[in-house]
């Protein structure tokens, strides 16, 4: 598997497997203290309110999709439907 820079994934769209595009990469969290990457860190879509969220929202109300749930990553990041 290739190296990817965190900071080359910002702003990239995030997307379900069926097509559902969830909204584009806030950031990734991490564990402080094991620095294990935890979830994505999405800034929905405007135009859709009505995304179910079954993973939560941070403070800002941005989409937390666990990391485990990342299917691939190029032009666009890809994530089960059912992370988020």
Known sequence: MSTVLARSLTGKSI???D???FGTLHTVSANADSGTLQNLV???REQDQSTPISTGT???GRLLVPVSQV???SDQIVVHPEAV
Do not use: I
């Open 58 to 60: 941070d403070a800002n």
């Open 15 to 17: 997307v379900g497997t």
């Open 19 to 21: 097509g559902t595009v």
């Open 71 to 73: 299917k691939t990553v």
């Open 42 to 44: 999405v800034e929905p």
